[in-house]
């Protein structure tokens, strides 16, 4: 109970800062040789604010079909972008991470990739009602993203209030989130977050995804990071939430 006290304060601290990266006048800054050499590919990448430029018109222009649009935030070294995109040929994919040379390496795999049904950001999983308009995206995906275990960086987990309206805002109604992480603490601290609001139904909540839903579709993949903890014996903590809005 006094842990549970402790998250709902924490909670309520967040969402009264809006952190900057949320913000409309947000600007990127580093100084990273990656991002110039991220233009090598430039057929299929963008980077920092490049992407919002497109929002609204991904499908219409980006894409030019109209597709279910499917997001993945921290897509890592992209191994599930890249089967998902190879085995649902007719989704429009876009896939994005903050990580300079995670993001060169993946866009070396990608300009292999058999498809064309995707795009690649390098940027951050705070711009998505940047980067997309209302209801634009269909699925948004979310896998084993960073923990931050110690509580002084828990405001950096991007699952939190404001992160939650802004996935409000581009999800279609009856749009997904399909979530999995290894870390107890942050599927509880998930678990809190998603209690909290009343934009999204919870239609799974699992502490063992292979355990108790074996036939879900989140089981039916592994992703990079996944096999690693599988094989430390960690059990895979799932969520699958629906947009409520037009209900
Ligand atoms: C532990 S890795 C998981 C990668 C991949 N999803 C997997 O399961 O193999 C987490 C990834 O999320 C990315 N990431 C973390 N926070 C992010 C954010 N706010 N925006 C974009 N990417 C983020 C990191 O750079 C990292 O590549």
Redesign the pocket.
């Known amino acids: 109970m006094i842990r549970s006290a402790k998250y709902k304060i924490l909670l309520w601290i967040d969402s009264t800062m809006t952190d900057k990266?949320y913000s409309k006048e947000f600007k990127y800054t580093h100084n990273n040789p990656y991002h110039d050499r991220l233009e090598e590919f430039s057929e299929f990448v963008m980077r920092d604010l490049e992407a919002e430029a497109h929002a609204g018109n991904w499908n219409s222009q980006v894409f030019k079909r109209d597709a279910h649009l499917c997001v993945?935030?921290?897509?890592?070294?992209?191994?599930?972008m890249m089967d998902y995109c190879e085995k649902n040929p007719k989704i429009n994919f876009i896939g994005?991470?903050?990580?300079f040379k995670?993001s060169y390496a993946l866009a070396k795999k990608l300009a292999e990739h058999p498809n064309d049904n995707f795009r690649y950001l390098r940027?951050?999983?705070?711009r998505i009602h940047h980067t997309f308009a209302k209801d634009e995206v269909d699925t948004l995906f979310?896998?084993?993203?960073?923990p931050w275990p110690k509580t002084r960086h828990h405001k950096?987990r991007?699952f939190q209030a404001p992160f939650i309206e802004a996935a409000n805002q581009v999800i279609a109604p009856g749009g997904r989130i399909f979530i999995?992480t290894d870390h107890d603490d942050y599927a509880e601290w998930m678990r809190e977050v998603i209690a909290a609001q009343d934009k999204f139904d919870c239609v799974m909540d699992t502490s063992d995804l292979r355990g108790e839903h074996p036939e879900h579709f989140l089981a039916s993949f592994s992703?990079?990071?996944?096999k690693i903890f599988i094989e430390k014996g960690i059990k895979i903590k799932a969520f699958e939430l629906v947009s409520r809005k037009g209900l």
């Open positions: 990266a993945e935030i921290g897509s890592g070294y992209g191994h599930f994005l991470d903050y990580r995670r940027a951050k999983g705070e979310y896998f084993f993203p960073d950096k991007l999995k992703t990079k990071f996944e």
